[in-house]
T-cell receptor, first 115, second 114 residues
Framework: AQKVTQAQTEISVVEKEDVTLDCVYE???????LFWYKQPPSGELVFLIR??????QNEISGRYSWNFQKSTSSFNFTITASQVVDSAVYFC????????????FGQGTTLQVKP | NAGVTQTPKFRVLKTGQSMTLLCAQD?????MYWYRQDPGMGLRLIHY???????AKGEVPDGYNVSRLKKQNFLLGLESAAPSQTSVYFC?????????????FGQGTRLTVV
C-alpha cells in the first residue's frame, strides 16, 4: 500500500532560521511522483513542486530546496532564512503511477515562523 | 481565468439534511477529484472522475455520491449528512491522469454538520 508520513506535526522557528520538513513515503511502484503543497492560513492549497521517481537531483527555488533520496524513500523540504509569510501547513503527497492522478497526502506539518 | 471554483464556500447543515457541493473548472481538464481534509489526517480522496460521464470511488467514499454530467462540473452529494462529515472539502482538476501533471485545487468548502 502507498503511504506518506510527515512525522513532524508542528514546527516553530524564529524568523531567519533554516527549517527542514521531513517526508517519508512508501510505494511498490517503480514510477511515481512526489509533491509538496503549501496551505497558508487563508486555506487554499498552493502547489510548490513535483518530482518524478527517476529524477533524484535536488532542486532549489529561491529560499526553497528539496532533497529527494530514493535510498531512504524521503523527499524533504528545506526553507532557508525563514520568514513570517512561510507560516503555513505543508503537505507532502505521492501520486500513483496508474494514470489516475490520485494523490495520497501526508498528515501535514504546521510551520510557525515567529518574528 | 478562474481555474477551479467551488460553491458554496461555507455551509452549516443539520444532521440528516442533504446538500450538493458544486465544483466547476474552466480549464477543460479531463480529470476531477473530491478530497476531504480533516485535522491531523491530511487530504483523503472521496471520489474522482477520469472524464465526462465517469466516476470512481476513492479512499473514503461512504456517505457521498458524485456525478459528472458535464465535463466542466463535478458534483459531490451528501444524501443524509452526519456530524462525521464535518470537514473541509477540496475539489481538484487535472489535464490528464498522468502522474506527472499537477492537479489544480479549488479554494475549499468548509462544511459543518450539527
Amino acid at each position: 500500500a502507498q503511504k506518506v508520513t510527515q512525522a513532524q506535526t508542528e514546527i516553530s522557528v524564529v524568523e531567519k532560521e533554516d527549517v527542514t520538513l521531513d517526508c517519508v513515503y512508501e510505494t511498490r511502484d517503480t514510477t511515481y511522483y512526489l509533491f509538496w503543497y503549501k496551505q497558508p492560513p487563508s486555506g487554499e492549497l498552493v502547489f510548490l513542486i513535483r518530482r518524478n521517481s527517476f529524477d533524484e537531483q535536488n532542486e532549489i527555488s529561491g529560499r526553497y530546496s528539496w532533497n529527494f533520496q530514493k535510498s531512504t524513500s524521503s523527499f524533504n523540504f528545506t526553507i532557508t532564512a525563514s520568514q513570517v509569510v512561510d507560516s503555513a501547513v505543508y503537505f507532502c503527497a505521492l501520486s500513483e503511477a496508474q494514470n489516475t492522478g490520485k494523490l495520497i497526502f501526508g498528515q501535514g506539518t504546521t510551520l510557525q515562523v515567529k518574528p | 481565468n478562474a481555474g477551479v471554483t467551488q460553491t458554496p464556500k461555507f455551509r452549516v447543515l443539520k444532521t440528516g439534511q442533504s446538500m450538493t457541493l458544486l465544483c466547476a473548472q474552466d480549464m477543460n481538464h479531463e480529470y476531477m477529484y473530491w478530497y476531504r481534509q480533516d485535522p491531523g489526517m491530511g487530504l483523503r480522496l472521496i471520489h474522482y472522475s477520469v472524464g465526462e460521464g465517469t466516476t470512481a470511488k476513492g479512499e473514503v467514499p461512504d456517505g457521498y455520491n458524485v456525478s459528472r454530467l458535464k465535463k466542466q462540473n463535478f458534483l459531490l452529494g451528501l444524501e443524509s449528512a452526519a456530524p462525521s462529515q464535518t470537514s473541509v472539502y477540496f475539489c481538484a482538476a487535472g489535464p490528464s491522469g498522468l502522474p506527472n501533471t499537477e492537479a489544480f485545487f479549488g479554494q475549499g468548502t468548509r462544511l459543518t454538520v450539527v
